[in-house]
């Protein structure tokens, strides 16, 4: 089971903050750092020092860091054009010496759209389709030939279709979502991986599933998806400990417990146990309080060694 730091910079982070904390997780042993796309805070309090872009932040980090992998949880699409987004994710890959995953997602925070002037599209999983299609097919044109794509939204000719990323075929693409029919159709046809983001076991089982119909519709092998989950984290020593860190993210430890990953690192080995039983290889740990890197040294000294 490999374990991921998940950071939501939104809600009160410089690249400082996010650079301690990616570097904390590479010393740590962690798999991979991740940070959502998103411009605006969600929820009350204060909103500063503001936003971090998602692709400046992964470029920094590639250059001050060396193994650790380093991707978005989900780079929303109304945000960039996607030969733009190609270019950006290609350049990014060989800045890190070929360590970037792109998760790629609809967007659907319309209130940060309207904070900063971007336009809301109605058609967003329409425009999705459409990048997905041009990000991959971009990287995926041999060296020398040509690129073109017509569709609704978006119109690519005799595109060089450069630069190429450092891995090849192309860097990971992780879609994730709750979705019945439409977003596992799309994970089959273009995903590497596919990501519950903050759902019991119950409801990652059914998930999972759907996406694994998908897959065999389209006759792809079973066993060439990654499947993981995104939860948040909260873990302590004691009781004392998990309440402390609790009230440090306001939230509540029963409802954590219930909905999250938190309690002793017994209590997350066993819960992160009922995940692995699913088919989940791969855990993004939600961290939200970005200062507290005692947390990161605790889950990786007392629970990631139990996971084998």
């Not at 903050?17 to 991740?34: K, P, Q």
């Not at 970037?100 to 609809?106: F, H, K, R, S, T």
């Not at 041009?134 to 279709?161: C, N, R």
């Not at 991986?193 to 065999?216: K, L, Q, Y």
Request: aromatic share 8%; proline share 6%; with cysteine.
């Amino acid at each position: 089971m490999d374990l991921r730091v998940f950071t939501e910079p939104q809600q009160g982070a410089s690249y400082d903050t996010l650079l301690s904390v990616a570097r904390a997780a590479e010393e740590l042993g962690y798999d991979a750092f991740f940070r959502s796309d998103h411009y605006l805070r969600m929820g009350d309090g204060d909103p500063s020092p503001g936003p971090t872009d998602a692709w400046i932040t992964l470029a920094g980090l590639a250059r001050e860091t060396k193994r650790i992998r380093l991707g978005t949880l989900m780079t929303a699409a109304t945000f960039r054009l996607p030969g733009v987004l190609a270019i950006q994710v290609a350049q990014v890959d060989a800045m890190s010496g070929g360590r970037v995953e792109l998760g790629l997602g609809a967007g659907w925070f319309e209130e940060e759209h309207t904070a900063y002037g971007i336009p809301f599209p109605k058609e967003k999983f329409d425009r999705l389709e459409e990048q997905l299609a041009i990000v991959t097919g971009l990287w995926e044109t041999p060296v020398g030939k040509t690129y073109d794509f017509a569709g609704t939204h978006y119109t690519l000719k005799d595109s060089p279709a450069l630069p190429k990323p450092v891995q090849s075929p192309r860097p990971p693409v992780l879609i994730g979502g709750h979705g019945r029919k439409r977003t596992p159709a799309l994970a089959a046809r273009y995903a590497d991986e596919f990501n519950v983001p903050f759902a019991s076991t119950a409801d990652s089982e059914r998930i999972f599933g759907w996406v694994r119909e998908a897959m065999a519709a389209q006759e792809r092998p079973a066993d060439s998806m990654v499947f993981s989950n995104a939860l948040v984290a909260c873990v302590g020593r004691d009781d004392a400990e998990v309440a402390r860190r609790a009230a440090a993210i306001g939230r509540e430890p029963a409802e954590l417990r219930e909905n999250g990953l938190a309690g002793s690192p017994a209590e997350v080995v066993e819960k992160i146990g009922r995940y692995a039983a699913l088919g989940s290889t791969r855990i993004y740990l939600q961290v939200l309080d970005l200062s507290d890197l005692d947390h990161l040294e605790l889950i990786a000294s007392e629970v990631m060694p139990q996971l084998g």
